[in-house]
């Protein structure tokens, strides 16, 4: 019998077409802080199974993701060229997605004390009467 995958959270900004993207954004900005977009779309284009990514998706990912309030603007950066370019990085909401990619709920609640667990309920109970 193969052996079955730990269940993990599957968020919805790691489904579908734009998944892969996604993940090569907030890996991209986790290891080199924050980025432009094209200096975004330099690093996901050398990583293998983007290589053919085209500058425009990367700027619709990224538009996309800071609606969504995964990463944010925090600045502005005058390029060679002489135009200004938004300097985007992750927020904790990107952090925290990414976070919850790794973690197996099963495993955490088998670790989790019972205070920890009183934190995590009231952090829930908190953000769903916001």
């Known amino acids: 019998m193969p052996k079955s995958k ?5 968020l919805q900004v790691f489904k579908g077409r734009e998944a892969k993207l996604n993940k090569a954004i907030f890996h991209i900005l986790a290891q080199k802080g924050p980025q432009t977009i094209y200096d975004i779309h330099k690093e996901a284009k050398a990583q ?13 990912r990224v538009r996309a993701l800071e609606e969504s ?4 603007k925090i600045g502005i950066k005058k390029t060679k060229a002489g135009f200004q370019a938004s ?12 976070l919850f990619g790794f973690i197996n709920l099963d495993e955490l609640l ?10 995590i309920i ?6 769903s009467k916001l």
């Open 6 to 10: 730990p269940s993990t959270v599957k």
């Open 48 to 60: 293998r199974g983007l290589r053919q990514s085209r500058y425009s998706n990367v700027n619709k």
């Open 69 to 72: 309030g995964y990463i944010k």
């Open 87 to 98: 300097i985007y990085e992750l927020t904790s909401k990107a952090c925290l997605a990414t």
């Open 110 to 119: 088998m670790r989790v004390d019972d205070g920890t667990a009183q934190t």
């Open 122 to 127: 009231g952090a829930f109970l908190h953000s």
